[in-house]
C-alpha cells in the first residue's frame, strides 16, 4: 500500500497497541498464564513427549476473547467447545487455502 495508507492505518491502530492499554490487560495475561502452567503440569512428570501447541493454542485464544472481547472463553478448561473447535476448523480452512 501506499504510504498515505499505511500512515492512515497505522494512525487508527496504534492506540491498541499503547503502553497504558496493555497494562490495563497485564491481569489477563497472568491469570491465564498460570491457567496454562496448570495444565502443563499434569502432563509434566508423565515421561512422554507432550505437543504444547494445543495448549498453547487455547491459552492465545483465552487472552484474545478475554481482551479484545471482553468475554473469557475458558478454552484451556474445557469451556466453549464448540466455539474453540470453530476457530480450529476456520484456521485450518485458511491455512488450507494459502497453502
Request: charge should be negative; glycine fraction near 6%; charged fraction near 25%.
Amino acid at each position: 500500500s501506499t504510504n498515505e495508507k499505511w500512515q492512515s492505518h497505522r494512525k487508527i491502530i496504534t492506540p491498541t497497541f499503547h503502553v497504558n492499554i496493555l497494562k490495563e490487560f497485564k491481569g489477563v495475561f497472568i491469570t491465564q498464564g498460570r491457567v496454562l502452567a496448570d495444565q502443563l503440569d499434569h502432563v509434566a512428570d508423565t515421561g512422554r513427549e507432550v505437543d504444547i501447541f494445543p495448549f498453547l493454542k487455547r491459552c492465545t485464544l483465552d487472552i484474545i476473547s478475554e481482551t479484545a472481547m471482553g468475554t473469557p472463553l475458558n478454552a484451556q478448561t474445557g469451556g466453549h467447545v464448540e466455539y474453540c473447535d470453530a476457530v480450529s476448523e476456520l484456521t485450518n480452512l485458511v491455512s488450507e487455502h494459502f497453502r
